[in-house]
């Protein structure tokens, strides 16, 4: 079974341009959620897609956002790029089978975004 | 952003000692997970926890959900030079139908041979 596939790999972008990165989930998983990993402020949950809806969103300003499609793949914009915003972008899916909440998460291999 | 309490913050071992890390949270979680990331990497789960007081193996890992439900560990036995790499908890607190991970500062092991 073919894991979570994160595109692109790496990215390099300017200032205030804006970005879009893809998360194709686990075959049969139907939970996103997406991560951004730094070196000063580690592992930080920026929001989570389910049945196409957002159902949970982090602390982050509304330049970024997401989506999920009807076949569970999901999208994360940025807009209006900033140097800060380099990181590591996290996806990962889960199962999130109807009555059960606790299923585990399993991860991609993430996007570097470089902010130049 | 929220951060879960983990340490140690480093640790550099002998090949074949045992490692033992802990997370600390202030608030109860549902669910603990254990990942383990190698760089430039995604995190790879090693142990999933779901019950207070659950203690859990996956070959030479343990790891155990904390009776209060704010704690838990993760112990490595016989380290081996492929268990390096940063290894973090992470606690979910599910919230109706919507549920995210928080995650731990990161334990870096370092093995020596």
């Known amino acids: 079974k073919a894991g979570v596939t994160q595109t692109p790999r790496y990215l390099i972008k300017t200032r205030g341009q804006q970005v879009t990165l893809s998360c194709s989930p686990i075959?049969?998983?139907?939970?996103v959620s997406w991560y951004q990993q730094t070196p000063g402020q580690g592992l930080q949950f920026l929001f989570e897609?389910?049945?196409?809806?957002?159902?949970n969103k982090g602390n982050f300003p509304g330049r970024f956002s997401g989506r999920q499609f009807s076949n569970s793949r999901s999208e994360m914009n940025v807009s209006t790029l900033e140097l800060g915003d380099s990181a590591l972008y996290l996806c990962?899916?889960?199962?999130?089978?109807?009555?059960?909440?606790?299923?585990?998460?399993?991860f991609g291999q993430g996007t570097r975004l470089t902010v130049v | 952003g929220q951060q879960l309490n983990q340490s140690p913050q480093s640790m550099f071992i002998q090949e074949g000692e045992d490692v033992s890390m802990n997370c600390t949270s202030s608030?109860?979680?549902?669910?603990w997970l254990w990942y383990k990331q190698d760089p430039g990497e995604g995190p790879v789960l090693l142990i999933a926890?779901?019950?207070?007081?659950e203690l859990t193996s996956n070959g030479r890992l343990t790891a155990q959900f904390g009776i209060t439900r704010k704690d838990s560990f993760l112990n490595i036995s016989a380290s081996i030079p492929s268990d390096v790499g940063i290894y973090f908890c992470?606690?979910?607190?599910?919230?109706?139908?919507?549920?995210?991970?928080?995650f731990g500062t990161g334990t870096r092991l370092q093995v020596t041979l």
């Open positions: 990962a899916s889960s199962r999130r089978d109807r009555g059960s909440l606790n299923t585990e998460a399993f």
């Open positions: 075959s049969g998983h139907r939970s």
């Open positions: 897609y389910f049945s196409e809806t957002q159902r």
């Open positions: 608030s109860i979680f549902n669910t």
């Open positions: 926890l779901y019950k207070a007081g």
């Open positions: 992470a606690g979910r607190a599910t919230l109706g139908t919507a549920s995210k991970l928080t």
